[in-house]
C-alpha cells in the first residue's frame, strides 16, 4: 500500500511546474533502484499448479509423432504425365532448331551427303511428347549418328596407328619409347598383351553403325526408356558396383545390378564399343568381323547381328529384333556414311542450350 501511495505522489508531481517535474523524476529514478536491487523476488519460491507442470519426454514424443503424421504426404506423380522441363535441359525444339541451323537432313544423309559434326550431350527433356512416330525417330537418329561416328573415328585412328607400328615391326628390330607406352595402355585398354599383333587386330576395329544404331534402338526404346532419359544409357549395360547406375524398376528379388549411367551419351556408345571390342561373350562377333575385313567388303550390321545372342536374355529372338529393326528402318544406308572433315564440331548441352 505504502508502494502505491508513493507512485501517486509521483504522478501528481509529474502534472506540476518543471522544477517539481524533474524533482520527481530523481525521485522515480532512485525509487527503481531501490525496488530493482539484490534482493529476494517476490517469485522467487513461486510453483507452478501441479495441472501446470511442464510435459514429460515421453509426452514431448508422442505430441512430435501426432504433428508428424499430420503433414500432408505429396502425392506420387501420375503417370502418362509429360515431364516437367528443368532449366538449361536440351529440349526438341532446341535440338531441331541446332540441326537445322548445320544442315542436319537424314535424307540427304542416306544419299551418301557426309554427316555434320553434331554431338549431342543428352536426350532432350520432353522426347516422351512427340506423337509422330517419324518425327521421334527422325530426333534419335539425328542424336545417335554422329556420335557413333565419332566414335568409330577414334577407333579407326587406333588401328591405323597399330597397323603402323606392325608394318615397321617388319623392317626394324625396335619400337621407340613412345611407341612401345602407347601399345602398352592399347594392350591394356582391350585386355591383351602388347605383343599379341592378333589378338589388338581382332579387337580394335571400328562397330557397324546399323548394328549400333539397331542395339541403342532396341535397349533405349528410341530415346525414351528411363535409362537413357536419366542415365544417358542408350545399350542397357549392367553393372554391379552399387549407385553407378539405375536400379530396373523389374528387377528381380535378390539381384544387385543396375543399368549403368553415364554423364554423357558419347560415354554410353564408347562404353558399349568397348564391351564389343574386348569382352570374351563377343568373340564370334569380333571373329566374322575380321573375315569381312580379310574379304575386303564393308562391315554388315545385319550379318554381324546373329552373333549377338549372347547381349541379351533373349537369344536369337533379340537377334532377330535387331535384324527387324535394321530392315524396317534401313539403317544399313548409314554403314558406309562418314562424318564431315574441316569443320569444328558443334556440341549441343544443357548448359548451351
Avoid: C
Amino acid at each position: 500500500m505504502q508502494q502505491l501511495i508513493g507512485m501517486n505522489q509521483i504522478f501528481t508531481a509529474l502534472k506540476s511546474s518543471k522544477v517539481a517535474t524533474l524533482v520527481a523524476l530523481a525521485i522515480l529514478i532512485g525509487y527503481g533502484v531501490t525496488e530493482l536491487g539484490d534482493h529476494p523476488s517476490l517469485y522467487a519460491n513461486a510453483k507452478l499448479p501441479v495441472d501446470q507442470a511442464f510435459p514429460s519426454d515421453q509426452d514431448l514424443v508422442r505430441e512430435e509423432k501426432r504433428v508428424i503424421a499430420n503433414i500432408p504426404v505429396p502425392l506420387s506423380r501420375p503417370e502418362g504425365l509429360p515431364e516437367i522441363e528443368q532449366p538449361h535441359q536440351i529440349t526438341v525444339v532446341s535440338l531441331e532448331s541446332s540441326l537445322d541451323n548445320h544442315s542436319f537432313d537424314l535424307s540427304s544423309i542416306r544419299d551418301g551427303l557426309a554427316v555434320p559434326r553434331h554431338f549431342v550431350d543428352s536426350i532432350p527433356a520432353d522426347i516422351q511428347d512427340i506423337e509422330n512416330v517419324k518425327r521421334k525417330k527422325a530426333v534419335f537418329l539425328s542424336i545417335t549418328l554422329p556420335l557413333i561416328l565419332k566414335v568409330n573415328e577414334d577407333i579407326a585412328v587406333e588401328r591405323e596407328k597399330l597397323l603402323g607400328i606392325i608394318d615397321k615391326l617388319k623392317t626394324q628390330d625396335h619400337l621407340t619409347k613412345s611407341e612401345k607406352s602407347w601399345l602398352k595402355k592399347l594392350a591394356l585398354k582391350y585386355r591383351t598383351s602388347d605383343g599379341n599383333f592378333y589378338e589388338l587386330m581382332l579387337k580394335v576395329d571400328t562397330i557397324p553403325v546399323s548394328l549400333a544404331l539397331a542395339q541403342s534402338i532396341e535397349e533405349s526404346g528410341w530415346g525414351t526408356s528411363r535409362f537413357a532419359r536419366n542415365g544417358n544409357a542408350l545399350f542397357g549395360q549392367r553393372v554391379w558396383a552399387e549407385g553407378h547406375g539405375l536400379v530396373p524398376h523389374e528387377r528381380d528379388s535378390g539381384k544387385k545390378y543396375e543399368v549403368k549411367s553415364f554423364d554423357h551419351l558419347e560415354q554410353s556408345i564408347r562404353s558399349y564399343a568397348l564391351n564389343l571390342n574386348r569382352h570374351n561373350a563377343y568373340g564370334d562377333f569380333r571373329l566374322v568381323r575380321a573375315q569381312l575385313r580379310t574379304e575386303n567388303v564393308p562391315l554388315n550390321g545385319f550379318k554381324l547381328a546373329s552373333t549377338l545372342d549372347s547381349y541379351s536374355e533373349r537369344g536369337h529372338e533379340y537377334v532377330e529384333t535387331l535384324q527387324a529393326l535394321i530392315q524396317t528402318n534401313r539403317l544399313t544406308d548409314f554403314d558406309t556414311v562418314q562424318l564431315e572433315r574441316g569443320r569444328l564440331a558443334q556440341a549441343l548441352s544443357p548448359v548451351n542450350n
